[in-house]
């Protein structure tokens, strides 16, 4: 069975600075997709990026850019010049193509001014 | 317009009581998810249907039910709330043809809390 772990229940960065999230996953599967979804106090889930796991290159969307090492089963988020909108909940999901989402516990992300 | 909509947004109903949420969605998906979230533990999925005559469990489908009523609407059931049950539902549509069939697009959520 897939499993997904982020072992940083809490982080915290200063605005403007670059702050990276942690994530494990565990599978065998050799297809599938990777995505940090953010829940920020509105309790809304908002997707930040995905990435494939057949893509070598590492997926980005504005200050959002992941680090994915496959061999490694690693998938950390790296958010550049936070900002306090970036204050939420973090959760990196797994999934097996079009089957349902493997979630991780999440990371609570505080960005001070 | 928001594309995937849940009601109601939030509830509070007494143990033995059916509940009904609904979701229903603008955005042309086949598949739809119910998902639970309680406090530190993520979020895990309920039910999943992948059209309207299959509808799957997931991983904590005890004492929930579900009903897909058309290819826009997937509805969660609670024949008999119990505290419990109290917790964060969501749910989630995906499915567009050609790019990002497997990303999954969720709606605002449903906090219920059973007393």
């Known amino acids: 069975a897939q499993t997904v772990t982020q072992s940083q229940p809490e982080m915290s960065v200063q605005e403007a600075e670059t702050v990276t999230l942690s994530c494990t996953y565990d599978t065998s599967e050799n297809n599938y997709y990777l995505f940090w979804y953010k829940q920020p106090p509105s309790r809304q889930m908002i997707l930040v990026i995905r990435?494939?796991?057949?893509?070598?290159q590492n997926a980005t969307e504005n200050r959002f850019s992941v680090n994915f090492q496959k061999a490694a089963k690693s998938f950390s988020l790296k958010i550049s010049d936070s900002q306090l909108g970036d204050t939420a909940m973090y959760f990196c999901a797994f999934c097996k193509g079009t089957d349902k989402l493997i979630f991780g516990t999440g990371t609570r992300l505080q960005v001070f001014p | 317009d928001a594309d995937v909509t849940q009601t109601p947004r939030n509830r509070i109903t007494k143990t033995g009581k059916r509940i009904m949420l609904e979701c229903s969605q603008t955005?042309?998906?086949?598949?739809m998810y119910w998902y639970r979230q309680d406090p530190g533990l993520g979020l895990r999925l309920i039910y999943y249907?992948?059209?309207?005559?299959?509808?799957n469990k997931g991983e904590i489908s005890d004492g929930y039910s579900v009903s897909r009523q058309a290819q826009a609407k997937f509805s969660l059931s609670l024949e008999s709330a119990i505290p419990n049950q109290t917790a964060l539902y969501f749910c989630a549509t995906s499915g567009s043809p050609g790019q990002w069939a497997d990303t999954q697009y969720f709606g605002p959520g449903t906090r219920l809390t059973v007393l």
């Open positions: 955005k042309g998906h086949d598949r």
């Open positions: 249907s992948f059209d309207v005559k299959d509808i």
């Open positions: 990435q494939e796991a057949y893509k070598q």
